[in-house]
């Protein structure tokens, strides 16, 4: 099938790769030329696993190009997938402004039938919304239908996510046009669920949704463990292996961060409220997510007796491993907060410091964990990377001054790093 993908951020870029890996020929299409241009090269705007070699690969076998043309690759195309930004607004409504401009676009270049894909994470009513958008813009007599179809990938196992999802929604007006989209997905043998177009894009906010108030919740339990003197870890554990509950995120820390659940809880937020339903639920996830970096940072002050002259050593900064995505990453809090008590960091991140780089300047970035250890008072871990999990705590320890390890993914053994003689404190574990 001939697929054309606008917009080559995360969603674009792994959606347009797996089709043309499938065998489709696809056009993922950007405004930014010189994003094209670095794609075009084979090089790519973000790091995630498995990519590069991938769209390398379907480039050089003539499956997938990459254009700023849009009116050529609409043209071209029977199916446009939709994968542009949605980022969020200041009162947590979503900004549906590239949507609306790839609607515009796609309408102006329309010359025959087309099915026409939201795949960007967009608010309920984004279906009738493109069909407005394209009606009123269309140039010629044109037929077209609009589908939902959402991406569940996660960040940093990205295209395993997009390989092998545990469902694909599709959300069409009718039968014919949902077997269509479908089709793309069938060598995939995935379970699939077709349903009407709101359907298909609340499933996406609820999916998200409820896997914020799983964190939020093992969050709030690790706050009670801490004070009750239980472990969090054997708790959850003890919980998730009930299996109408599962053990999937629940694992506690500094809340979740990243382009994703902070952004959609918000705008799902926003559309119960702008409907008459206050969804205290998801309030509440929202208000412990946003607490929870604030009582660490709060911990890390008291124990060290302030920050000022302290020299920290910050082990993490990406939002989560495997990726260089600095979007809500807690190290922004915790560096706000330490400098703003005049403390000193010292970080690193295997991947994402050039990102950091750019919103934090003024921080010394290491070249190891080591070298950031080196003469810290304390060492605070937020990214969970592999690299951190077996660390030489005989190593670290001699190259800090203090002895204070504040874990804020639970990555350590209590017991083993009081051995090697830190004082250990993890997010809900004993002390
Ligand atoms: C999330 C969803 O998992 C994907 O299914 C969805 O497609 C994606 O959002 C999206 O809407 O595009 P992502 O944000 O890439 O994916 O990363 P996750 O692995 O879900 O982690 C999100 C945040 O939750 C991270 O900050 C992570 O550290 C945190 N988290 C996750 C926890 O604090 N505890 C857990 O048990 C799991």
Not at 110 to 137: A, L, Q
Not at 174 to 201: F, G
């Amino acid at each position: 099938m001939n697929i054309c993908v606008i917009g080559t951020g995360y969603v674009g870029l792994v959606t347009g790769v797996i089709f043309a890996d499938l065998g489709n020929e696809v056009i993922c299409v950007d405004k930014l030329e010189a994003k094209v241009e670095q794609l075009n090269r084979g090089e790519m705007p973000i790091y995630e696993p498995g990519l590069e070699e991938l769209v390398q690969r379907n480039a050089e076998e003539g499956r997938l190009t990459f254009t700023t043309d849009l009116d050529g690759a609409v043209r071209k195309s029977e199916i446009i997938y939709i994968c542009v930004g949605t980022p969020p607004r200041e009162d947590g409504s979503t900004d549906m402004s590239q949507v609306e401009g790839a609607a515009r676009g796609i309408a102006a270049a329309m010359d025959r039938y087309k099915v026409i894909v939201n795949k960007s994470t967009v608010p309920v009513g984004t279906g009738s919304f493109v069909r407005e958008v394209i009606e009123t813009n269309r140039r010629r007599n044109v037929d077209f239908d609009v589908v939902s179809n959402p991406e569940f990938l996660r960040e940093g196992s990205a295209i395993q996510d997009a390989l092998n999802p545990d469902r694909i929604v599709i959300g069409a007006p009718n039968q014919i046009v949902a077997l269509k989209v479908l089709e793309l997905y069938a060598p995939l043998e995935r379970p699939m669920i077709i349903t009407d177009v709101a359907s298909a894009e609340l499933i996406k906010y609820a999916s998200n949704a409820f896997l914020a108030v799983k964190i939020s919740f093992a969050n709030s339990i690790a706050n009670i463990c801490e004070a009750v003197n239980a472990d969090v870890i054997q708790v959850m554990k003890g919980v998730g292996q009930d299996r109408r509950i599962g053990p999937a995120f629940l694992n506690a820390g500094l809340g979740y961060g990243g382009s994703c659940f902070p952004k959609d809880s918000s705008s799902l937020l926003h559309t119960a409220q702008s409907v008459g339903y206050d969804f205290p639920i998801l309030e509440a996830t929202i208000k412990t997510n946003d607490e929870q970096p604030k009582r660490f940072i709060k911990k890390i002050e008291k124990e060290l007796g302030g920050f000022k002259g302290k020299k920290i050593a910050l082990l993490g900064l990406a939002f989560k491993a495997n990726t260089d995505d600095m979007r809500d990453a807690k190290s922004l809090d915790v560096i706000a907060a330490v400098l703003a008590g005049d403390g000193e960091i010292v970080a690193f991140d295997p991947i994402a410091m050039e990102n950091c780089k750019k919103i934090f300047p003024q921080i010394t970035y290491a070249k190891s964990a080591f070298d950031a250890a080196e003469g810290a008072d304390a060492a605070v871990v937020v990214t969970e990377w592999n690299e951190f999990k077996q660390i030489n705590l005989e190593k670290l320890k001699a190259a800090m001054k203090g002895s204070h390890v504040f874990d804020g993914r639970n990555l350590y053994d209590p017991e083993k790093m009081r051995r090697a003689g830190f004082v250990y404190h993890g997010i809900g574990r004993t002390s």
